[in-house]
């Protein structure tokens, strides 16, 4: 490989990535010969993607990078509000791909220490199993009763705010019997009128979210105590605190909001 060409460079310490201080106060991600921080011996440094025509290494450190004039390091999710869409959606597959290296290590099937064979591709020496890094998909549901949308409060939410109900997709299982599945689990409500939002890779470990909107069908709203702690129909003029902008779940709400007669 060249050494003279540049790339860029997803440095990650758990969720933490490795910004650089730009002279206009922006923050990018590292753009460069070589990485910006020394690699350790045994460390793996993965070819994630291309971006801007330009090779993306990634690789984990064993302890943060301290801040400084030049670097900072921040969580994932705060990256977004600082770097291009594509970069951090791009910083999301790095995390993604080093998530899924550090727990494949060994074959599934038989124990033996697995060889990385290609960037997204590990096979066993002793038994031939192949591994890819795998997405666990889960829905996000918009549902409308008249002029007012369900909000919920989950248990596990890193803050105050409330959200769509959202779900994991079980086995055997198609995206809309889950939108129902799952509404009824958590609130009690029946829905109808399923249609296809959108979606977004979700890198929180390893996700992808669907969006479905769907009409109130009936049922009087029993949250489940276990996940929810609040849920409730809100019209437009009387909203609670919202997701980050980073979310679908925000998208949706906001095309919700901007679509009075949807
Ligand atoms: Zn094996």
């Not at 869409?85 to 033996?112: M, P, V």
């Not at 959108?198 to 969006?211: D, E, H, K």
Request: hydrophobic residues 35%.
């Amino acid at each position: 490989m060249n050494q003279t060409t540049q790339s860029w460079w997803f440095i990650f310490y758990k969720d933490q990535l490795l910004l650089e201080k730009k002279n206009d106060g922006t923050y990018a991600i590292p753009y460069e010969n070589h990485s910006p921080v020394t690699i350790k011996e045994n460390t793996t440094v993965h070819n994630v993607a291309t971006l801007e025509g330009k090779s993306c290494k990634a690789f984990s450190l064993p302890s943060p990078v301290e801040e400084s004039e030049k670097y900072i390091m921040t969580g994932l999710r705060a990256s977004y509000d600082y770097l291009p869409s594509l970069h951090y959606q791009t910083a999301g597959k790095a995390h993604e791909i080093l998530h899924w290296d550090r727990n494949s290590r060994f074959c599934s099937a038989c124990g033996t220490p697995m060889e990385q064979k290609e960037s997204i591709m590990k096979r066993c020496p002793k038994c031939g199993r192949e591994v890819y890094p795998s997405i666990s998909t889960a829905i996000l549901v918009l549902v409308k009763k008249k002029d007012s949308l369900l909000l919920v409060h989950a248990r596990n939410f890193k803050g105050t705010f409330n959200s769509l109900v959202a779900g994991f997709l079980e086995t055997g299982e198609t995206l809309e019997e889950c939108v129902v599945r799952e509404v009824k689990e958590e609130t009690g409500l029946d829905v109808k009128n399923i249609t296809y939002f959108g979606n977004q890779p979700w890198p929180y470990p390893s996700g992808l979210m669907v969006g479905f909107i769907a009409d109130y069908a009936g049922g009087e709203i029993k949250l489940q105590d276990e996940e929810l702690s609040a849920g409730n129909f809100y019209t437009r003029d009387n909203l609670p605190e919202l997701p980050g902008k980073l979310s679908l779940a925000r998208k949706m709400i906001d095309w919700w909001i901007e679509h009075p007669n949807k």
